[in-house]
């Protein structure tokens, strides 16, 4: 049995779901393989070669590397995957049985099983967006939140065709970073680490990018997951949950000087 690093897992869980799914080991423990395969199908839809048969063969190798890519992140998560069903089972048969005289009585008291996407029993204390919040609030199930990042994702250009829109990388540079097999997994750090951009460029490119991608609320309305007077009050419960904590944290460091 094989067992990858949790840093690994998370590389791969930003590959397959971005960078606006945050990645903690909640996330992890929640995972389920069915939000895997639903990410996994949409990405394959959108970068699978066949897709792009009557492309040139720049965008052709670009997309046959992208989507070896993703190929190798859902292969490693789906093994994440079996490899901790695997350690759960074996840690919950070396428990032992607890009977009902032990327990002072002679009934025995079986926990209920839990639901694959039950949320957590409390909101964690770090910042978070509008769909992990909506998820930890018990508006929308994991397997919803997951569909509704990965719509999210497909609706944005991509940081290639961005830079190369405003003229900072050609179709060739493009295929090269795509192309580039070093530890970085994402585009943007791959293109700082063979200096074709810098990371004022990089960040200009993500905030532009995330700044054209539709907000998750509208996607909850549109499925009928929210109304429009749920999705306010959910805005503005995660804008007091960040306020809060961002005013926790100046205060420890103000105590701290």
């Not at 792009?52 to 997309?63: D, E, F, G, L, P």
């Not at 789906?78 to 074996?90: A, P």
């Not at 209920?112 to 957590?120: D, F, I, L, N, T």
């Not at 007077?229 to 904590?245: G, M, V």
Request: aromatic residues 8%; proline residues 4%; glycine residues 6%.
């Amino acid at each position: 049995m094989h067992f990858h690093s949790e840093k690994a897992v998370f590389n791969a869980c930003r590959t397959l779901f971005g960078k606006e799914v945050n990645l903690s080991r909640d996330f992890l423990n929640y995972l389920q393989p069915s939000g895997a395969k639903t990410a996994f199908r949409s990405q394959a839809k959108a970068h699978h070669p066949d897709a792009h048969a009557s492309s040139s063969k720049n965008i052709r190798n670009r997309q046959t590397e992208r989507f070896r890519e993703i190929r190798q992140a859902y292969d490693l998560i789906i093994e994440f995957l079996e490899n901790r069903q695997i350690s759960r089972r074996t840690v919950s048969a070396k428990r032992p049985a607890h009977t009902g005289a032990h327990w002072g009585n002679t009934t025995t008291h079986k926990r209920e099983p839990q639901k694959p996407h039950a949320r957590p029993s409390k909101i964690p204390s770090i910042p978070l967006e509008f769909g992990m919040y909506s998820y930890y609030q018990g508006k929308v199930s994991y397997q919803q939140l997951i569909e509704a990042l990965v719509w999210q994702r497909r609706q944005r250009p991509t940081l290639g065709a961005l830079a190369e829109k405003w003229g900072w990388l050609s179709d060739a540079k493009v295929s090269q970073i795509l192309q580039h097999r070093g530890h970085a997994a994402r585009f943007g750090k791959k293109a700082i680490k063979l200096g074709y951009l810098k990371p004022h460029q990089v960040d200009a490119l993500l905030k532009y990018q995330r700044s054209l991608q539709t907000r998750l609320g509208h996607y909850f309305i549109e499925k009928g997951l929210l109304t429009e007077e749920e999705a306010d009050q959910i805005s503005t419960n995660l804008k007091n949950h960040n306020s809060q904590l961002k005013r926790r944290t100046r205060n420890r460091v103000n105590s701290r000087l």
